[in-house]
């Protein structure tokens, strides 16, 4: 219900369009913001989400599929533009990472605690 509810909200051009905000808006909205403020809180740090500011966000939702997902489709392909631009400044054992998690799989009475 939640996932179609994001999906009407975003008026979808494509099928891409509609997973990339209902999964923002569903799965990853409370992962990224919530969950990462509480545990920085909790630590006396401050936390920011660069990725998730305005202008970044509408700038990367303007981009074309291929921009997105690379030419070849992969999970060492994903966010290929912001890839390829970062390689310029960073090692490819850097921009190539495994994703590491944070704050998933906290049970919520710990969260709040």
Known sequence: RFATAATRECNPQTLLDAIM????MVCHQHGH????DMSGMSHGLELRAPFLAHPVME???ALPTDLL???HHSARNTKWIMKRHLAEVLPDTLVHAPK???GYGIQL???IR
Do not use: E, K, P, T
């Open 21 to 24: 905000y209902s999964d923002l």
């Open 33 to 36: 913001a919530v969950i990462g």
């Open 69 to 71: 997902l690379g030419r």
């Open 109 to 111: 009475h710990d969260m």
């Open 100 to 102: 590491i998690g944070f």
């Open 59 to 61: 700038f990367a939702a």
